[in-house]
């Protein structure tokens, strides 16, 4: 529920097979605010077309549902 949001951090995982936030999909589960790569650079409200690679870290709006769904959507194994 709403009550529950809270701002969160979540770790893109080695192996990972996203490798764009397009290819992540936008989920009502999550709100995406930004993202810091391995050397601390922050892209803010980035693109669609912005990739992501593991090590990289999502800042995201989300409940704890949301978060899971969100650790999972991007540690999944890719659809043959």
Sequence with gaps: TADNLRVEEVLVPRGSPVVSLEQLGRRREWLLVAIRDAQSRWNFNPPPETRIVP??????????????????????????
């Excluded at 090590?55 to 043959?80: C, F, H, K, N, Y």
Aim: proline content about 8%; hydrophobic content about 50%.
């Design 55 to 80: 090590g990289d870290t999502i800042v995201a709006i989300v409940s704890p549902e949301g978060r899971l769904l969100l650790e999972t959507a991007l540690s999944a194994p890719a659809a043959q």
